[in-house]
């Protein structure tokens, strides 16, 4: 499986070849480097360990550092698993780049979406909220009733209400390639991907293809 770790540079629109105009996510993806090489007959299944982002050695731990010396590579500030079929070979300190990924191709974006706080049911789920007259002041942007009395006489697991919004792990999944440029290690997608500008992501070959 092909993968990548990169940072998210923004949104801009690009014109197809048929003339249309579409939203593009541009990623900031590579230079990543192979640190780990996982087999089925040591570890019980195939991955590679990919780092990506070099900074000063004192950035990070001796034991990362040492780990990162021992595969050829420069000290980095984050280090992702892939998996890999068991026939595909790679080297440590393999320099992986956009330029595996093709014009077209689909891929799977993972990020961290935006954190939005504490947030009511109508910001958090869309709820529609309460009636504006007929008596109302308060209960505008209320939940309203989350279930019955003493039939259930408790309210039942996963019922929709106000909490923590955002700052969870997810995935877009299905984008297509539509801009690769390995001269500058950046690579873009149709539509929008989760998390913020400078948002960490990870990139990967489309599980649904």
């Given amino acids: 499986m092909k993968g990548l770790i990169g ?12 003339g249309e105009l579409i939203p593009v996510t541009l990623i900031q993806a590579g230079p990543c480097y192979v640190t780990q090489r996982k087999t089925t007959e040591k570890d019980g299944y195939s991955a590679i360990q990919v780092g990506f982002e070099a900074v000063p050695g004192r950035k990070i731990t001796k034991g990362e550092r040492l780990h990162l010396q021992k595969a050829g590579a420069p000290p980095l500030r984050h280090v992702r698993e892939f998996r890999v079929k068991p026939d595909e070979q790679y080297e440590l300190g393999q320099v992986l780049d956009v330029g595996q990924f093709g014009l077209g191709e689909r891929v799977d974006v993972v990020g961290t979406s935006k954190g939005r706080g504490f947030a009511g049911a109508v910001k958090r789920h869309g709820f529609a909220g309460g009636p504006k007259t007929h008596g109302q002041s308060d209960r505008h942007r209320a939940v309203g009733s989350i279930g019955s009395g003493t039939t259930p006489g408790r309210v039942l697991k996963g019922m929709r209400m106000p909490g923590h919004m955002g700052n969870a792990r997810r995935t877009a999944s299905g984008l297509e390639v539509v801009f690769v440029d390995p001269e500058r290690h950046i690579i873009g997608v149709r539509g929008g991907v989760p998390g913020a500008v400078n948002g960490l992501v990870v990139i990967k070959e489309a599980r649904k293809q």
Wanted: overall charge positive; proline content about 0%.
């Fill in 7 to 18: 940072r998210k540079l923004g949104m801009t629109q690009m014109f197809t070849e048929q």
